[in-house]
């Protein structure tokens, strides 16, 4: 009789087949930065990489936050070591290049890694970036955008895959079904102390605004996963049909985009807010750090047809309104 899978792992397992996350011949750069979430996708990556047909390689970034955060870094080398898989590591002092930076420590700490990941993705031709993100991080995220005052692309939370790149394998499972098969299996992984100061707004929202909401629904993480599905579905709808109309009305050169601007003022508001954003992503590859009254100032400058005028909403492009023609100009 064949062993029975232990269920966190089957759940994982089913979240890579069914989200289509690994196929055979990937090379995969494995995020670790010593905490259960990473341990664990790190341990059963390599558990089953066999029945998986890939290869796994580990980066981890030392952010010297912390006065432990060395230990973090010995640790994972130790496990991968113990492992027998290759383990890449960076250090930097994220502090001094936020304030360096004028940028928040949690956005800098994210772009080193992901910077560093794209490097060693590089280094080892890999196809692949496994982050260790599970359904509590993206309950998370998914409330953090709702205070911001986000869209509909807000409400997407994490997904299981960006980019046919970055694969998210724990985005089913939830922090205390990790925290249990850290303890059923004696993982021993490092613990982030500073996840239980409320100095950033994110843990806020995990130690103070989600157990206030269990309260009111036990079901919180899970129903927020689900808004995350479902929002997704309907997104990747209204980005299909906003694909077809930049594709009636716009014309593309090198660091530019321009769209006819009758055209653009025709179609409905919500389809309007999906072009400017679809364009700006195309033109730069990222509409990040773009805000809803953008968006807004953008559109009244087209429907009034204001010429001589231009809008910056950061310093990588610039849009105005020329010749019946909305243009979208990189800076970059």
Same mark, same amino acid.
């Given at each position: 009789?064949?062993?029975?899978? !232990?269920?966190? @792992?089957?759940?994982?397992?089913?979240? %890579?087949?069914?989200?289509?996350?690994?196929?055979?011949?990937?090379?995969?750069?494995?995020?670790?930065?010593?905490?259960?979430?990473?341990?664990? /996708?790190?341990?059963?990556?390599?558990?089953?990489?066999?029945?998986?047909?890939?290869?796994?390689?580990?980066?981890?970034?030392?952010?010297?936050?912390?006065?432990?955060?060395?230990?973090?870094?010995?640790?994972? @080398?130790?496990?991968?070591?113990?492992?027998?898989?290759?383990?890449?590591?960076?250090?930097?002092?994220?502090?001094? &290049?936020?304030?360096?930076?004028?940028?928040?420590?949690?956005?800098?700490?994210?772009?080193?890694?992901?910077?560093? =990941?794209? @490097?060693?993705?590089?280094?080892?031709?890999?196809?692949?970036?496994?982050?260790?993100?599970?359904?509590?991080?993206?309950?998370?995220?998914?409330?953090?955008?709702?205070?911001?005052?986000?869209?509909?692309?807000? /409400?997407?939370?994490?997904?299981?895959? @960006?980019?046919?790149?970055?694969?998210?394998? /724990?985005?089913?499972? +939830?922090?205390?079904?990790?925290?249990?098969?850290?303890? #059923?299996?004696?993982?021993?992984?490092?613990?982030?102390?500073?996840?239980?100061?409320?100095?950033?707004?994110?843990?806020?929202?995990?130690?103070?605004?989600?157990?206030?909401?269990?309260?009111?629904?036990?079901?919180?993480?899970?129903?927020?996963?689900?808004?995350?599905?479902?929002? *997704?579905?309907?997104?990747?709808?209204?980005?299909?049909?906003? *694909?077809?109309?930049?594709?009636? &009305?716009?014309?593309?050169?090198?660091?530019?985009?321009?769209?006819?601007?009758?055209? =653009?003022? +025709?179609? !409905?508001?919500?389809?309007?807010?999906?072009?400017?954003?679809?364009?700006?992503? #195309? /033109?730069?590859?990222?509409?990040?750090?773009?805000?809803?009254?953008?968006? !807004?100032?953008?559109?009244?400058?087209?429907?009034?047809?204001?010429?001589?005028?231009?809008?910056?909403?950061?310093?990588? =492009? +610039?849009?105005?309104?020329?010749?019946?023609?909305?243009? =979208? %100009?990189?800076?970059?």
């Amino acid at each position: 009789m064949a062993q029975r899978l !232990d269920p966190l @792992e089957e759940k994982i397992l089913n979240t %890579i087949k069914e989200e289509n996350l690994i196929e055979e011949g990937d090379v995969i750069v494995v995020g670790v930065s010593g905490g259960p979430d990473s341990i664990i /996708l790190l341990t059963c990556l390599n558990k089953y990489k066999e029945k998986l047909k890939c290869k796994i390689i580990v980066a981890h970034v030392n952010h010297l936050i912390r006065e432990d955060s060395t230990e973090d870094e010995k640790y994972v @080398e130790n496990v991968c070591k113990n492992l027998g898989i290759p383990c890449y590591i960076k250090r930097e002092n994220v502090l001094e &290049i936020s304030k360096k930076e004028k940028k928040g420590t949690e956005e800098t700490g994210r772009k080193i890694r992901y910077d560093f =990941f794209e @490097e060693i993705s590089k280094k080892e031709k890999s196809n692949k970036i496994a982050i260790a993100h599970n359904m509590n991080d993206n309950a998370e995220t998914i409330l953090l955008n709702l205070i911001r005052g986000c869209g509909l692309s807000g /409400l997407e939370g994490i997904q299981s895959k @960006e980019y046919n790149k970055y694969i998210r394998p /724990l985005i089913n499972c +939830k922090r205390e079904e990790i925290e249990q098969y850290c303890e #059923k299996y004696n993982l021993n992984p490092r613990i982030d102390y500073t996840n239980n100061e409320n100095i950033y707004r994110r843990n806020k929202i995990r130690n103070e605004l989600i157990p206030y909401l269990k309260g009111l629904n036990p079901n919180i993480i899970q129903n927020l996963s689900r808004l995350s599905k479902i929002v *997704k579905d309907e997104n990747e709808f209204i980005n299909n049909y906003v *694909k077809k109309i930049y594709g009636g &009305i716009s014309s593309e050169s090198l660091g530019k985009i321009e769209l006819d601007l009758s055209e =653009f003022n +025709k179609i !409905d508001k919500v389809y309007k807010q999906n072009l400017i954003i679809y364009t700006i992503t #195309k /033109l730069v590859g990222s509409a990040r750090n773009v805000e809803k009254t953008n968006i !807004d100032d953008i559109i009244k400058m087209c429907e009034r047809n204001i010429g001589n005028k231009y809008i910056m909403p950061n310093k990588n =492009f +610039k849009i105005l309104v020329k010749d019946k023609k909305i243009i =979208f %100009i990189s800076l970059v």
